[in-house]
């Protein structure tokens, strides 16, 4: 079973709908959560920190739930723009200033005009 | 603009060879791991280091190999190149102080071809 895994997608939807994305982790002692988004042929980039009491950006929506060790984004109001693959992210809380990032597959999505 | 650039940008290698694959990050960050993204998957923790140590590994073999240096620029060195691992290797860094938690700001990575 991997790490970090999520729906795989592609999902293809039309401008103005709303998407959501969920990703399941395995490691109980995971301490932070993150939403990373990368454009085709280009580097991640952060998106949105997860957190337990769920937390909104704009259109953006990340929820937490520790006890099922389920994380979801949800998308409203999709744009053209939002077109990438979404990577979910995981830390495994090393000690000290130490960090391991572990990716889920990334799910794709594509905005329809 | 992260401010970590990695070069090369491409690069084709036959099986057996080395390879050196060098980041630069930005001032202040005293942090920088290394990633391997191969096609359709997510990127893989290969290791990190911190202040010239590495202070973290993922599971891959000691044919990768590390260095930082004291501008806490970056290298990537891989020996004895399988055929497998032809991928996109990202280099990412995150400030100084901000803890575990710190966002990661990635290159725009290095791809390597292994024929």
């Known amino acids: 079973r991997k790490e970090v895994e999520q729906d795989p997608g592609p999902f293809n939807v039309p401008e103005g709908a709303t998407v959501a994305f969920n990703c399941t982790y395995s490691?109980?002692?995971?301490?932070?959560f993150f939403w990373y988004r990368q454009d085709c042929r280009k580097e991640p980039k952060l998106l949105m920190s997860?957190?337990?009491s769920g937390n909104e950006d704009g259109r953006f929506t990340a929820q937490l739930n520790r006890a099922s060790q389920y994380i979801s984004l949800l998308i409203r109001d999709s744009k053209l723009s939002d077109s990438a693959t979404y990577l979910c992210?995981?830390?495994?809380?090393?000690?000290?200033?130490?960090?391991?990032?572990?990716f889920g597959s990334g799910t794709q999505l594509t905005v329809l005009p | 603009e992260t401010g970590v650039t990695q070069s090369p940008t491409h690069l084709i290698k036959t099986r057996g060879q080395q390879v050196t694959l060098r980041c630069s990050s930005q001032?202040?960050?005293?942090?920088v791991s290394w990633y391997q993204q191969a096609l359709g998957q997510g990127p893989q923790f290969i290791f990190q280091?911190?202040?010239?140590?590495?202070?973290g590994r993922g599971n891959f073999p000691p044919r990768f190999s590390g260095l930082q240096f004291p501008n806490y620029s970056s290298e990537l060195n891989v020996n004895a190149l399988e055929l497998d691992d032809s991928a996109l290797y990202l280099c990412?860094?995150?400030?100084?102080?901000?803890?575990?938690?710190?966002?990661?700001?990635f290159g725009e990575g290095s791809r390597l071809t292994v024929l």
């Open positions: 490691n109980s002692a995971s301490q932070s």
């Open positions: 997860v957190y337990s």
């Open positions: 992210v995981v830390n495994k809380g090393l000690s000290g200033s130490a960090r391991q990032l572990t």
């Open positions: 001032s202040g960050h005293n942090t």
């Open positions: 280091y911190y202040r010239e140590e590495e202070n």
């Open positions: 990412a860094s995150r400030p100084s102080g901000t803890g575990a938690d710190g966002e990661l700001f």
